[in-house]
């Protein structure tokens, strides 16, 4: 793991309020120089730990206010059909993050769509690609807390 002290700390948190803060501005933040800042920033995309910078979407204003969990089991664990179930999920655009489970849940997928149909669609996709034991979706009525903000 990277080292990062409460400098870089603090321009991570300004940095996830806002990618798009200046440089100017995120070093009167961090109380440091705008150069020494412009380092720190390059070391942690170098490192990794600044993976990238992107805008955030508000799915109701782009017609995809339909959240879906969608818990998966499978008979087949084997590393083959994971690479080809991995690929099937990874090629549909309305996955919108993708996890494999610990429990009895083997993969967890969250999907942005507009509507009911519109996942019936998703559905019928994966299906199609790779066998599944067991396909359980679940619909988000509302949304608490969506933050991408980690709590560093």
Excluded at 97 to 115: C, H, N, P, T, W
Aim: proline share 3%; glycine share 4%; hydrophobic share 45%.
């Amino acid at each position: 793991m990277e080292k990062i002290d409460e400098t870089d700390r603090v321009l991570l948190r300004a940095l996830q309020i806002d990618g798009a803060t200046s440089l100017d501005s995120l070093a009167e933040i961090a109380s440091i120089s705008v150069n020494t800042c412009w380092r720190r920033i390059k070391r942690m995309e170098e490192a990794g730990i600044l993976s990238k910078r992107v805008a955030l979407v508000d799915p109701d204003k782009v017609g995809l206010a339909q959240t879906v969990f969608v818990a998966i089991r499978t008979r087949d664990h084997s590393a083959a059909w994971l690479e080809r179930f991995a690929g099937a999920v990874r090629a549909i655009p309305e996955v919108v993050e993708f996890y494999r489970m610990a429990g009895d849940v083997d993969y967890l997928l969250k999907i942005q769509v507009g509507s009911v149909p519109d996942y019936d669609r998703v559905y019928k996709a994966l299906i199609a690609r790779v066998d599944l034991a067991d396909v359980s979706a679940t619909f988000a009525m509302e949304c608490l807390k969506n933050t991408t903000e980690l709590p560093i």
